[in-house]
């Protein structure tokens, strides 16, 4: 009974362990982590840049990536909180913590991302598991 325990236990913490053993996307030789902190820089072009390659990446990394991207929503730069948006909605599985920061960018004052907005909230809201599917 303790070998079965102590089988379990361990499998649990490595399944709660699964991102510490990996290591983080790279992309144009930049890692995730890296991108995210472009996301913050004082150059719109590398924030730019860096909001579409964040969505990019991909759901593995999404741990990483969707709060910067949701905290880009307030970026002063339009195509920032354009691309941001674009970013969230292919992360859409992985997005919904930050379900309501893409509903405020609903009420942009750019008609565009305000567009962008409702479009990323509904992928994100049909990402969600269907009671009706039983999942």
């Known amino acids: 009974m303790r070998k079965?325990?102590?089988?379990?236990s361990l499998?649990?913490?490595?399944?709660g362990c699964e991102n510490s053993f990996r290591e983080e996307a790279v992309w144009e030789g930049v890692s995730t982590s890296g991108w995210v902190?472009?996301?913050q820089d004082d150059d719109v072009e590398k924030r730019r840049k860096?909001?579409?390659?964040l969505g990019e990446l991909g759901p593995t990394?999404?741990?990483l990536t969707v709060r910067p991207l949701a905290d880009a929503l307030k970026d002063t730069d339009?195509?920032?909180?354009?691309?941001a948006l674009k970013s969230l909605e292919k992360l859409a599985p992985?997005?919904?913590k930050v379900q309501p920061a893409v509903g405020r960018a609903m009420n942009d004052k750019n008609k565009?991302?305000?567009?962008?907005a409702m479009t990323t909230y509904k992928a994100i809201e049909m990402a969600k598991p269907s009671a009706l599917n039983n999942n």
């Open 61 to 63: 990394e999404a741990d």
């Open 4 to 8: 079965l325990a102590a089988t379990a």
């Open 50 to 53: 860096a909001a579409e390659v």
């Open 11 to 15: 499998a649990l913490l490595l399944l």
């Open 94 to 96: 992985k997005a919904s």
């Open 78 to 83: 339009a195509h920032v909180r354009l691309m």
């Open 37 to 39: 902190e472009q996301l």
């Open 112 to 116: 565009i991302i305000a567009r962008q």
